[in-house]
């Protein structure tokens, strides 16, 4: 993996189902020998992997970042994930910086290395063991059994959470927006982190309308189907018991475009406004979040827009 690339290739087909994920390693010396973590993080998220670059100490800054660093000419937040998950890294190891973009931020995490790039499913993506995420803070997405063992997802929306560099945009200004929203709406809100999940759960009750959560794809789409079922048994449309629906992109068993796919190609679901609501912030998931047909493409966490898109999807939703 050529560390002067600026961007990893996006080659997957759009609502399929996949993605690409950078598989890199975590070293944790436990005395008697060293334990490598196996990690992965989706490659729409990775800009680049580097050596080490140099670190500049900044003070009151959380115990978590190392400092910050100058690379391609921005000064972003360096974060060390050993240090998050309290780990002792043995006395002599190589590191690299991944390089990530994502919620409008650029952000480096220091690994001990970045192995390869792999293609998985969604599907098979299965939930972590409790004890495991227990000791992560709860901050796993999925595992994935792997030739070198379990590889881990992690939720870097609940790890800058958990540090404090999670931003959420224009919370005041959504406030006094939701004073004046007329109608309210009942939204289906796809979201795994359970962190994200909160944060967008929050800004849509807080204006006044009804939020269905599902952790994934999957469970969204078992839901719109027994609410289609009720629906025909009692002779009315979907949008008389869901009118939006949100969905992230990034999620285990269902990702986000092929729930979004699926309704699209679904008699009785087809009219349901959908909004993707990611935390990849590229062109490039905006085409494709478009190219399956979804309503509208938000990047987290900018309540005033949510709010906005909400009003104006729910409103065309009724009318349809």
Do not use: C
Request: charged fraction near 30%.
């Amino acid at each position: 993996m050529s560390s002067d690339t600026p961007a990893l290739p996006n080659i997957l087909e759009t609502g399929k189902n996949e993605l690409e994920i950078v598989d890199f390693r975590i070293r944790e010396d436990r005395g008697e020998g060293s334990y490598e973590w196996i990690f992965g993080v989706n490659v729409a998220k990775v800009r680049e992997v580097l050596r080490m670059p140099k670190i500049t100490k900044v003070p009151n800054m959380p115990p978590e970042v190392e400092g910050m660093a100058e690379i391609r000419g921005k000064l972003i937040p360096v974060v060390s994930l050993a240090r998050w998950m309290g780990l002792e890294e043995p006395p002599e190891r190589k590191k690299f910086l991944l390089h990530l973009e994502f919620l409008r931020e650029n952000v480096g995490v220091i690994v001990h290395e970045a192995r390869r790039i792999r293609r998985i499913s969604w599907s098979d993506i299965k939930k972590a063991p409790d004890t495991l995420n227990q000791k992560l803070g709860g901050r796993i997405t999925g595992v994935v059994d792997t030739e070198d063992g379990l590889l881990i997802i992690l939720d870097f929306e609940g790890i800058l959470h958990d540090i404090g560099l999670l931003k959420v945009f224009h919370e005041e200004e959504a406030l006094e927006q939701a004073k004046t929203v007329s109608k309210n709406y009942t939204i289906l809100l796809a979201e795994d982190s359970p962190v994200a999940r909160r944060i967008i759960r929050d800004i849509l009750e807080n204006a006044g309308h009804r939020v269905i959560e599902a952790e994934d794809g999957a469970q969204a789409w078992d839901l719109l189907n027994r609410y289609l079922e009720k629906a025909r048994e009692e002779g009315k449309s979907i949008k008389e018991f869901v009118q939006v629906v949100i969905t992230d992109i990034e999620m285990p068993n269902m990702d986000g475009l092929t729930l979004t796919k699926k309704i699209k190609e679904t008699a009785g679901l087809m009219g349901l406004p959908v909004i993707v609501n990611t935390t990849l912030s590229d062109d490039s998931n905006r085409q494709r979040a478009f190219r399956v047909n979804a309503d509208g493409f938000i990047v987290k966490f900018d309540a005033q827009e949510l709010l906005t898109m909400v009003s104006r999807l729910g409103e065309r939703g009724e009318e349809s």
